[in-house]
């Protein structure tokens, strides 16, 4: 397994969490790390992302400023720490892996473009 996503769960309004991504080191190497997240009937929509060969990132508008991306080379990890959740952040969150061009400083590829997926982790922010 080459990208494993965890840490999601059940969380109060206002709330905090912190999502980790398990990369393999091979994966980990030369590449954007991408976080998304899902909605039943929804298009897969970005969150955030970083270039691990730069140390760029980049965060979607709408997240900004409640969610920040870092890693940890030692444990092979990314995280998307999320705090001030609110109901509309309720989502399967998913990270990816792709080349180091699909994320420079303020943008980031479409979820398409990235070609290594990891299983979801389930997200629900209550009211």
């Known amino acids: 397994v080459q990208l494993q996503a965890s840490g999601g769960g059940l969380v109060q309004s206002g709330g905090s969490l912190r999502l980790s991504c398990a990369v393999s080191?091979?994966?980990?190497?030369?590449?954007?790390i991408g976080w998304f997240r899902q909605v039943p009937g929804k298009e897969r929509e970005k969150v955030s992302c970083i270039n691990t060969y730069e140390g760029t990132t980049s965060i979607e508008d709408s997240v900004k400023g409640r969610l920040f991306i870092s890693r940890d080379n030692a444990k092979n990890t990314v995280y998307l720490q999320m705090n001030s959740l609110k109901p509309e952040d309720t989502a399967v969150y998913y990270c990816a892996a792709g080349g180091v061009s699909l994320c420079v400083d303020q943008a980031m590829g479409v979820p398409y473009t990235f070609d290594l997926w990891g299983q979801g982790t389930q997200v629900t922010v209550s009211s």
């Open positions: 080191r091979a994966t980990l190497d030369l590449t954007a």
